[in-house]
């Protein structure tokens, strides 16, 4: 799967992807990451890439035309398997399903938004959709870009070692991951529930089935109103 950041601060993603799972799927080949500096595609002496709200109002907005320019410049041709999105907390909120959702296509391009976000014509007539990662407001779209990424690259096949440790875990099934535990057995007088030391596979299948659910009516009842979805 090949990914393209458009952003303002081509080296801030020398960080997350430098290392860990992203990179290491990125040198076998599984995904490549292409990192466009925004301002190559500016045409003044100080490579402008924002301006002032018309109407007024606090900060300034990234222009369209190089985020237009970019966008038409590295994919000429637009196809369904090729996604634009543009990072910004007005968006869907990003979750495990839509991480799915995406790893359908062959192709994503993220615009990191700065500043106080784009003129609204990267949304409208560019951009496939708008993402947020979660409703709170970042100073950029590039930590957001980051996160949908890597949730993206550890679900494309042999990335995450084990297939069953992506299908298996947190969202997957509508519920949070049951909780587990290592050795030691007992630790400070706090012991490992019983069931899951001896070898009795379907017992333990059940149990964790049970403890995903009470954890989840507890930590997050929310996400137990569309459990029916996962039916
Ligand atoms: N840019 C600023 N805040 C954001 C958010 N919550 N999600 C995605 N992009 C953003």
Redesign the pocket.
Known sequence: MKFHLLTIFPDFFEGPFRQGVVARAAQFGALEINIHDLRAWTHDLHRTVDDRPFGGGEGMLLKPEPIFEAVESIWPVRTPNRKVIL???Q?RTFTQRIARELLEHDELLLIC?RYEGADERVAEHLADEE???????????EL?AAVVIDAVARLLPGVVGNRDSTVNESFEEGTLDCPQWTRPAEFRGWKVPEVLLGGNHAGIRAWRKQAALEKTRRLRPDLLKNLSDFA
């Open positions: 990072m910004s907390p968006g938004g993402l947020s990662i979660g409703d709170y407001v970042l100073s950029g779209g957001a």
